[in-house]
């Protein structure tokens, strides 16, 4: 017999609130989500967005939290709300432990504010901590390749990659750039009107990941339109940095929810 547990019911509520107010474009997509599986990519979403912000105000619990994953990981002990979660998740899902273990190495990353020096080094972050969300999310879904794994890693990245882009002016504001040195000592510091070259360089890499990402999509067994939608409409603020005529001005391009639409109706439009 199971035991009903309200706690569960607060945790499934704080973690759909959560995903809405912090991932406005993932959380539409996550509508499109089969109702098998849409409430643990929230828990999953949750999981992912607790640890990060933690890391990002720079939370002196961030340590002990990302600690507290790598030990699940590594051993299976549950000491925290999100290893918590993250066992409830592996009774029903084959969690690759070792993608979680590479994104802690991606939280540490960041508390430990490391500049990139070489793409190779930048693409290396975006893996930690993007592309293992997608694998993690590829296994919540399910899949029917085993090559699935690498688009799954490639869609995460190409996100990742889309976000460092549209927020170079709050990064910079908060002494931060995910650029690499050796992109800025060709196209030069990412000012305002001065990084059209830049930009147009890396959303070409950008824009390769949603190619690699995207064409993993078929072998999900569940929720392709879903995904589909997601990169779609993320791959759309790629385009509009572009119609803002590429950091012309200082501020984060803004998808409108039409664009967003048409994106998804018409993909590649």
């Known amino acids: 017999m199971l035991l009903y547990r309200p706690e569960a019911d607060d945790l499934i509520l704080e973690a759909r609130v959560t995903t809405r107010h912090h991932a406005r474009t993932f959380a539409a997509a996550c509508r499109l989500l089969p109702d098998s599986v849409r409430d643990d ?5 949750l999981v992912f967005r607790i640890l990060d912000d933690l890391v990002d105000e720079g939370d002196p619990r961030a340590y002990s939290a990302v600690d507290a994953v790598e030990r699940w990981c590594r051993d299976g002990t549950v000491a925290t709300r999100e290893t918590t979660v993250l066992a409830d ?30 793409e190779e080094e930048l693409d290396l972050y975006c893996f930690r901590v993007a592309g293992t969300v997608g694998l993690v999310m590829a296994s919540v879904l399910g899949t029917r390749s085993p090559h699935a794994g690498r688009h799954a890693a490639a869609l995460g990245m190409a996100m990742q990659r ?27 510091w990412p000012s305002p009107g001065r990084r059209e070259a830049l930009l147009r360089h890396q959303i070409a890499r950008a824009d390769e990941l949603f190619e690699e990402g995207m064409a993993g999509i078929p072998m999900l067994r569940r929720g392709r339109v879903a995904i589909r939608a ?7 603020i790629l385009r509009q940095i572009e119609r803002d005529g590429y950091g012309a001005h200082p501020g984060r391009a803004v998808v409108p929810r039409s664009r967003k639409l048409l994106a998804v109706a018409l993909p590649g439009h």
């Open 41 to 45: 990519v929230y828990r999953l979403y």
């Open 89 to 118: 998740l592996a009774t029903r899902h084959a969690l690759p432990r070792e993608a979680l273990e590479d994104f802690c190495r991606g939280m540490r990353d960041d508390l430990a504010t490391r500049p990139f020096r070489t």
């Open 162 to 188: 889309t976000n460092i882009l549209r927020d170079i002016d709050e990064d910079l504001a908060a002494g931060r750039l995910f650029l690499s040195e050796e992109v800025v000592e060709r196209f030069g």
């Open 230 to 236: 997601a990169a779609c409409m993320y791959r759309e």
